[in-house]
């Protein structure tokens, strides 16, 4: 644990207190990207303690939301956080997705926090779950509802990002959805390669070979043309140093 924080560059916190849980997260999102690379590279996705962390520490890679809420739980208990794995069903293409499509934690301080670093351009701190009003962040203003059923919906800007699950989860409760994510022509993993990062002026992404750097002053994009451009980019942009690049996604309809 003392090289996963090493890994994100922070120091050891004193105490699992809300202050140093907001520094870990943040680092985490600086540090370790959102990527589904193993997808494409026929590397099977291990959910299980040693993998995960060898995966994100070890090898330096990132990963989707299983792997890196998954590793981050376990660096949290290892600093003296209560953590519960909750499952969430994000929102795409207009309706809510299916049971355990994404992994996030609830973590206490005691105070409850929804902590996230595998959902991509999401809140930059841990926002609090037993909160009904609007909760500021750098990447918009979130609310979290409850819903008829007992269920959590975490709105972004008044749009509704997922719904979550309170009951208590375990890693193995995600395997078989893993499992599908990896495999299935109908996952959304499985048709796009791309790797992402929040950076201090905002987020770079490398769809396949289209380089996307976003800020406050906008988007600009940057067709990487040659496999050495490419590497370079996962190596000087994300701290993946790959010996060869995953092949591009079938295009919809192959």
Known sequence: MDEYLKRIGAARPAGPDAESLRELQLRHLLTVPFENLSVHLGEPVVLDDQALVEKVVGRRRGGFCYELNG?????????????????????????????????????????PWLVDVGFGAFSHHPL????????????????????ADGDLDVLKDGVLEYRLEQRPRVLADFEPTCWWHQ??????????????????????????????????????????????????????????????????????GE
């Not at 519960?84 to 309706?95: F, I, K, N, Q």
């Not at 609090?128 to 819903?147: H, Y």
């Not at 299935?184 to 770079?204: E, Q, Y």
């Open 128 to 147: 609090r779950l037993d909160l009904r009003a609007d909760q500021p962040d750098p990447a918009g203003v979130f609310r979290v509802a409850e819903t």
């Open 183 to 252: 495999t299935s022509p109908r996952s959304h993993f499985t048709r796009s390669l791309v790797c992402s990062l929040l950076t201090d002026a905002g987020r770079v992404t490398l769809s396949d070979r289209l380089l996307i750097h976003t800020s406050e002053g906008g988007r600009r994009e940057q067709r990487l043309s040659t496999d050495a451009e490419t590497l370079a980019a996962y190596r000087d942009l994300f701290g993946i140093e790959l010996t060869r690049l995953p092949p591009a996604p079938p295009r919809s």
């Open 71 to 111: 590793a981050f739980a376990l660096l949290l208990r290892s600093l003296g956080y209560q953590v519960t794995l909750l499952a969430a069903r994000p929102v795409g293409d207009g309706s809510i997705g299916s049971p355990f499509d994404h992994l996030a934690l609830r973590v206490n301080t005691p105070d």
